[in-house]
């Protein structure tokens, strides 16, 4: 069973996890969502100063996306699927050689495998990471000024570069979009999207100083009262999970963790923001 999830915070706010598992897996949560458009919820102010060691126990319930599907117990082997398709690689990466695609020996996926040096290329998920900034409470948005959705509104986030830490990454992200310079104060939220290769990473943050204009990518940046959220001028579905999730624990009282699956219906766009299931939800 799992036995507690212990979060060790530093002074710079940046938090890691350690998971014991004892038993049977009985004892954790794994909730699904559905996708639907959110109502307007009154503010309710709060503080977020995290505790250094917080404890959860939870009970499995059954996945609402698919109400066969249950959280794993010990007497069944693990389960792995994929949902992505990734892309053909014609090419080594190495020295320019065209590539075969079959499951190489000891695998269980196809890769491309070059015909001339025999590297084996493969395929990760890009870690996109952002802020979600309260200010005066009011959530600082920025207005896309590139495709994908183009227009529409969006938290500060972008893709993690080599060299960098992922809080790294969100404070630079959020200077490069919205010109403000903030104080990560604790990871809120990962959420996994499997069919597009990508994992987000959500920090709750704070300004420090009032100031913030579009950077290069924003064609305009706003502080939004939490019932005047543009929901349905949301880029992703990331974000309105991600805003979402944030409106209902203010509702509760403070910010919590969350895990979750975001998983996207194939053949959607990007800016289909209501096309998704949240699956295996997990609030800590």
């Keep these: 069973m799992l036995r507690s999830i212990q979060f060790l915070g530093s002074s710079s706010g940046f938090l890691f996890h350690r998971l014991k598992l004892h038993g049977n897996h009985s004892g954790l949560s794994f909730i699904s969502i559905s996708a639907k458009p959110s109502s307007r919820r009154p503010l309710l102010t709060t503080s977020r ?3 250094c060691i917080r404890q959860f126990r939870a009970s499995p319930i059954r996945s609402q996306s698919n109400p066969d599907v249950t959280s794993p117990s010990s007497s069944s082997s693990p389960t792995f699927r994929t949902t992505g398709s990734p892309s053909k690689i014609n090419f080594c990466q190495l020295c320019g050689g065209p590539t075969k695609h079959e499951i190489p020996d000891g695998e269980e996926k196809e890769r491309a495998i070059c015909t001339l040096c025999g590297r084996i290329s493969y395929e990760n998920p890009k870690m996109v990471v952002g802020c979600l900034i309260e200010h005066d409470n009011k959530i600082l948005l920025c207005k896309r000024n590139i495709e994908p959705s183009f227009g529409l509104w969006t938290l500060p986030a972008g893709y ?10 969100a404070v630079r992200e959020t200077w490069e979009e919205a010109r403000a310079k903030v104080e990560v104060l604790s990871p809120f939220a990962q959420l996994d999207i499997p069919l597009i290769g990508q994992t987000y990473i959500i920090y709750l943050a704070k300004l420090l100083t009032p100031h913030f204009s579009p950077g290069p ?3 305009e940046c706003r502080l939004f009262a939490l019932d005047d959220i543009p929901y349905e001028s949301l880029s992703f579905s990331s974000m309105l999970v991600t805003l979402n ?26 800016s289909e923001i209501h096309a998704y299931t949240l699956d295996y939800h997990i609030r800590i």
């Excluded at 993690?160 to 992922?166: L, P, R």
């Excluded at 203010?250 to 766009?269: A, E, L, M, Q």
């Design 160 to 169: 993690m570069e080599i060299g960098e830490s992922a809080t790294e990454g």
């Design 217 to 219: 990518e924003s064609s």
């Design 245 to 270: 999730l944030y409106i209902e624990d203010i509702k509760v009282g403070k910010p919590k963790f969350h895990y979750g699956i975001i998983n996207k219906r194939p053949g959607t766009s990007p």
């Design 49 to 51: 100063t995290p505790r």
